[in-house]
């Protein structure tokens, strides 16, 4: 076969690299996007942050093509409302005469939402310092300091004493019953229940700390003899084992729910995350309507004296800087217009939800929003993910507001958000005597013009973390 040339045309898409990049952006979130342009700011010199807050212009028909014009950084954007001045949003959660997103009254309007660790004691160091304030000799204060390291976060020692000897050395000569009195050292120690070896320990020792009554006796009898009967709430043989009346058993219950089973957990070390919302919704004029945040919206510009040099001294080695620091204003510019028309859709088809809670959900796909704004699907997936919204109502993922929905008699639909609400509401009014089951739910949804199968009620009350009707029962 000789070889030979032949001319073949097709069509295939290529990305360049500013739309590439305008992707990737579009898909961080609000504190992935401020680690990605600090990366930006400190590669480019012609870039930098604007003193104070630019408001995103629109954005003309031709972003794609033209010259990008930098502009000098504007004072406070004077669209929007002025905090307070409509129902919906309180003033305290604004500055006063602050701008539409912003959190925080402060004059400097300063605020990062950096995450702040607060300073706590560990449980480690409470009990040590309350240890070093006994009266017991050198051996035991170093035993039950050995006990404390080997607590976990909760307060429990997990580990048996009969491990705990074998693992000590030889030449200290510790046994089970040394390493027994260092227990109880540890167990008077606060917070009552540390140094517990089960759950059911736990709830002894609080007990036991606290001055003998009728109930705290009937109730120390429960935790210690019958607490698997009251964890599967089967009160009537617990009735009968204890010869207790209702009265009575009803308070030794309400007594060991008010007790601690974690009594460490309050020392354990914990990182505060907070959310920054893309998009703050208000309700102005009777209208709901969606702004930016602007704590979240990046101040960025070119570098003005950088860029009088470039226009002077053509084919520098910072033109191609100079590009690459308009492409991604442009594209963070892009991407918060991207976000505010998708929430404005969203707060257009959830104004139910705004006006009355989760029971008023409507069902909502990505595809409808996509349609409307004349969007590709994947890039609603792409806006909605880690994207938060703040309203009156809480801060929510812009993701939230999309999910499942089930069919009404009536030929519609009912969002999966509202039939969780209401059986969120269903279950809190509830007598407690008779508490509804999983197919009463469903009958009573069922009246309502909501077809939902037992099951199902069963899915969306676990996805509550809701106990089935046998643990909600009480007397």
Request: hydrophobic share 40%; with cysteine; glycine share 6%.
């Amino acid at each position: 076969m000789k070889p030979s040339l032949t001319l073949k045309l097709t069509q295939h898409l290529a990305l360049t690299p500013q739309l590439q990049q305008s992707i990737r952006l579009l898909q961080l979130s609000t504190v992935e996007l401020e680690h990605e342009l600090e990366k930006f700011l400190q590669e480019n010199p012609l870039l930098e942050r604007a003193e104070e807050y630019v408001q995103p212009p629109a954005l003309p028909d031709d972003r794609a093509d033209g010259d990008f014009q930098e502009s000098e950084p504007s004072a406070e954007p004077s669209s929007g409302p002025v905090a307070g001045d409509d129902d919906g949003w309180p003033d305290e959660h604004f500055g006063s005469g602050g701008s539409a997103g912003s959190f925080d009254g402060d004059d400097d309007g300063d605020n990062d939402y950096q995450d702040v660790q607060a300073a706590t004691v560990s449980l480690r160091d409470h009990l040590l310092w309350q240890l070093a304030l006994t009266s017991i000799s050198e051996r035991d204060r170093a035993l039950v300091g050995y006990l404390i390291d080997a607590l976990d976060d909760d307060g429990y020692l997990s580990q048996p004493l009969e491990e705990i000897a074998q693992a000590m050395p030889d030449e200290l000569d510790v046994g089970l019953e040394d390493l027994q009195i260092a227990l109880r050292y540890l167990q008077n120690l606060d917070p009552t229940g540390v140094g517990a070896r089960s759950a059911q320990e736990c709830l002894a020792l609080q007990l036991m700390a606290m001055p003998p009554t009728g109930t705290s006796s009937l109730a120390q009898e429960i935790v210690l003899q019958h607490l698997d009967l009251l964890a599967s709430h089967d009160f009537a043989r617990l009735k009968k084992q204890t010869g207790a009346d209702d009265e009575a058993l009803r308070a030794a219950h309400l007594l060991i729910c008010s007790l601690n089973p974690r009594p460490g957990a309050a020392y354990a070390s914990t990182e505060t995350r907070y959310i920054v919302p893309d998009v703050v919704v208000r309700k102005v004029r009777g209208q709901w309507s969606a702004s930016v945040n602007a704590d979240a919206f990046p101040r960025l510009r070119i570098n003005s004296l950088y860029a009088q040099i470039l226009s002077r001294q053509r084919g520098s080695g910072l033109s191609v800087q100079l590009q690459e620091a308009r492409w991604l204003i442009r594209n963070v510019q892009q991407r918060f217009d991207t976000i505010l028309r998708v929430a404005q859709a969203i707060v257009e088809r959830q104004r139910q939800f705004l006006e009355h809670g989760e029971v008023a959900m409507r069902p909502l796909v990505l595809r409808e929003i996509a349609e409307t704004l004349g969007l590709h699907e994947s890039t609603i997936s792409r806006v909605t993910t880690q994207k938060y919204m703040a309203t009156p109502r809480g801060i929510f993922e812009l993701k939230y507001f999309f999910g499942s929905h089930v069919g009404t008699e009536t030929g519609g639909a009912c969002s999966a958000t509202a039939i969780r609400a209401l059986i969120k509401q269903m279950i809190a009014t509830e007598e407690p005597t008779k508490p509804l089951s999983d197919g009463q739910i469903s009958e009573v949804l069922g009246q309502q013009g909501i077809v939902v199968a037992r099951r199902t009620i069963a899915k969306y009350r676990e996805s509550l973390n809701i106990p089935p009707v046998s643990l909600r029962k009480s007397i």
